[in-house]
């Protein structure tokens, strides 16, 4: 079986491009960022979940 990735490649994209590395990724792949710039990436799409279950748990 193969890993189901969680978020999707137009959400990581568009994350990377704002923390700055899409080009490496269009270069490289993913394999070619630094864990520091993952890890970067996976915390920003936390914030981004969580802002959104905030905003859609407001009535």
């Keep these: 079986m193969g890993r189901r990735s969680i978020m999707s490649n ?6 990377a491009k704002e923390l700055g590395f899409y ?3 269009q270069k ?6 630094k864990s520091r710039d993952a890890g970067n990436m996976v915390k920003r799409a936390i914030e ?3 802002a959104d279950m905030v905003g859609k ?3």
Excluded: F, H, N, P
Aim: glycine share 20%.
């Design 23 to 25: 080009d490496t990724v």
């Design 28 to 33: 490289e792949g993913w394999g070619g960022i």
């Design 57 to 59: 748990g407001r009535s």
């Design 48 to 50: 981004m979940a969580q």
């Design 10 to 15: 137009q959400l990581k994209e568009e994350i």
